[in-house]
């Protein structure tokens, strides 16, 4: 049996979309994601949609299997699939804060934001985990699309008051206090992290591009040097931004 993904992922690299599916009949659901998912990247979309499909009727009620399947099927442009799959599970778990954070990012996806579906999905997220970060960006994300910068400002500083905090976290939230118009503290939140995290490049290039944009030529001059330094020269190297 565990030679079974293995062929069945040799057939999809192979092209024989058929052959592979039938392989798949003795593949546990866990393991069809990562044969979708391999499929997906050797161009056989189909295939790794059918996959997909699979493994969710195999394994109904199974979380990790149905949150895996919507980001492949998020991954391979169809979020009407992985949308209908989380709201039917969400129906059945109201308060799972993951599900929907998933079905805002697929509500977003299929076009969900201008009418406000996506938006709704994120908030329910964040009453559902107070605690967690992510729901209260992608809602910030909404409220910006819309217009409404008092809106997210309001949640971004929500975000930012919860506790631990994590480099992927901090780069949105860099981008989300600037683009609601405090650039100040989204420069300040960039020096920061660039203090804690000198590995981090892309504080130095928000650090840097801030800088420039307040006319502080000088200081963003000295934060490329100091990028330089530590890591080497940087290339596309201009006077607002360092790419490494």
Known sequence: ???????????????????????????????????????RAAGRKAAAASLLERAVAAAPGDRAVL????????????????????????????????????????????GGSADGQALAAFLRAADADPEARAPLLEACREHLARGDAAAAAALLRRALSLGAEDPDTLRIAVSLL?????????????ERVRAAAPEAWWAYDMAVSL??????????????????????????????????
């Open 178 to 190: 600037h683009a609601t118009g405090d650039s100040a503290a989204a420069l300040r939140l960039a």
């Open 67 to 110: 949150l895996a399947a919507a980001r492949e099927w998020m991954a391979l442009g169809r979020p009407e699939d992985a949308l209908r799959r989380l709201e039917d599970a969400v129906a059945r778990a109201p308060r799972d804060a993951e599900l929907w954070l998933r079905i805002g990012l697929a509500r977003r996806a299929a």
């Open 211 to 244: 800088l420039a944009e307040a006319g502080r030529w000088r200081e963003a001059h000295t934060v490329l040097e100091a990028w330089e330094a530590r890591n080497g020269p940087c290339r596309n190297r201009n006077a607002t931004s360092c790419h490494h």
């Open 1 to 39: 049996a565990d030679a079974f993904p293995e062929l069945a992922r040799a057939l999809l690299e192979a092209g024989e979309e058929e052959q592979a599916l039938a392989v798949c009949e003795s593949v546990p659901a866990s393991a069809m994601i990562p044969l979708a998912r391999a499929g």
